[in-house]
Nanobody, 124 residues
């Protein structure tokens, strides 16, 4: 049984930082691309960034470039999302997702497994 468990969300002031973690189990971690998505209230879920097993990453809308960094620790079956200089518009539920392969595609339907999400709230 595949499980993806996110952690690290919370309430932070604008300009602050958070580091999200996603621990995976029940799958061969190095065979899967790991992706981060987010969904704000009333909006569709959007791709943030993905990373394959060798560390090649794909993604980032322009609004996130230079502020968010993705990494993974294959020994710990964990992927991370470091978020700096957070803005109120970054407020959303952040989801971790996994898909078998080497390309971090952006479409939600291409991912096989999802975590339950972790809330990130940025106050102004």
């Amino acid at each position: 049984q595949v499980q993806l468990v996110e952690s690290g969300g919370g309430l932070v002031q604008a300009g602050g930082s958070l580091k999200l973690s996603c621990a995976a189990s029940g799958l061969t971690f190095t065979e899967h691309v790991m992706g981060w998505f987010r969904q704000a209230p009333g909006k569709e879920r959007e791709f943030v960034i993905g990373i394959n097993w060798i560390g090649t990453n794909t993604g980032f809308a322009d609004s996130m470039k230079g502020r968010f960094t993705i990494s993974r620790d294959n020994a710990k079956n964990t992927v991370y999302l470091q978020m700096n200089s957070l803005k109120p518009e970054d407020t959303a539920v952040y989801y971790c997702a996994a898909r078998k392969g080497i390309i971090a595609v952006t479409r939600t339907g291409e991912y096989d497994y999802w975590g339950q999400g972790t809330q990130v709230t940025v106050s102004s």
